[in-house]
């Protein structure tokens, strides 16, 4: 079956850090990759995706690439804001399950002053 | 563009109650999405329709949970009789189309059962 790992939180940076949240994944097939985000009080909001190997997804400074070989897709940001504070969360879906999307457990960043 | 809508943001009822929590999808999608998230369990599917028909419900707790979609645009998910151990954030999402679709969540319904 589908499974996502995501590193442990809480991360805690100062602010203009570099970011990485570790993503590993087992899946059948060739699955579509997505990091969402979700603020405290708030739904999950998608951040960015990839749909094949070697796809870079990227939004708000924050990008991932779909690594195949090492089923991983990483979440990576250059410099961090106070502002990113908040749960990240590693899923994936497969075709054959409709649009039935599997989570990861989240990952907490904190990011200080 | 208006997002999912779920209603209320919050409720706290007593045990024994019955709670009924509210969906509005996204005009257009044909997929929806009930979770449950706590600290304890994380983040967990509960039941999805697509076209307003329930495809996977084996993510339901036991029978005293049900969830319907009687048109494209509403969707309920109902406890009867609720538990102190039902007392979580419930999350409503819909999505268009299949595989790479992102799903759009609402913004949460807390609940809390005294």
Redesign the interface.
């Known amino acids: 079956g589908n499974s996502v790992t995501q590193m442990e939180g809480p991360v805690t940076l100062s602010e203009e850090a570099f970011l990485t949240i570790n993503c590993t994944y087992t899946a059948t097939g060739y699955p579509s990759l997505f990091w969402y985000v979700q603020y405290p009080g708030e739904g999950l909001q998608l951040l960015l995706k990839a749909t094949k190997a070697d796809d870079k997804g990227s939004n708000k400074g924050f990008e991932a690439t779909y690594r195949k070989e090492t089923t991983s897709f990483h979440l990576e940001k250059g410099s961090v804001q106070v502002s990113d504070s908040a749960v990240y969360f590693c899923a994936l879906s497969n075709t054959g399950g409709g649009n039935k999307l599997t989570f990861g457990t989240g990952t907490q960043l904190k990011v200080e002053l | 563009d208006a997002g ?1 809508i779920q209603s209320p943001r919050h409720e706290v009822t007593e045990m024994g109650q019955e709670v009924t929590l509210r969906c509005k999808p996204i005009s257009g999608h044909d ?1 929806l ?1 009930w979770y449950r998230q706590t600290m304890m369990r ?2 967990e ?1 509960l039941i ?1 329709f ?1 076209n307003n028909v329930p ?2 419900d084996s993510g339901m707790p036991e029978d005293r949970f049900s969830a319907k979609m009687p048109n494209a645009s509403f969707s309920t998910l109902k406890i009867q009789p609720s538990e102190p151990r039902d007392s979580a954030v419930y ?1 409503c ?1 819909s ?1 268009f ?12 319904t807390r609940l809390s059962i005294l």
């Not at chain 2, 992102?102 to 949460?108: S, V």
Request: hydrophobic content about 35%.
């Open positions: 999912v997929y999405f994380g983040l599917l999805y697509n495809i996977d999350f999402a999505s189309g299949v595989g790479n679709q992102p799903q759009h969540f609402g913004d949460g």
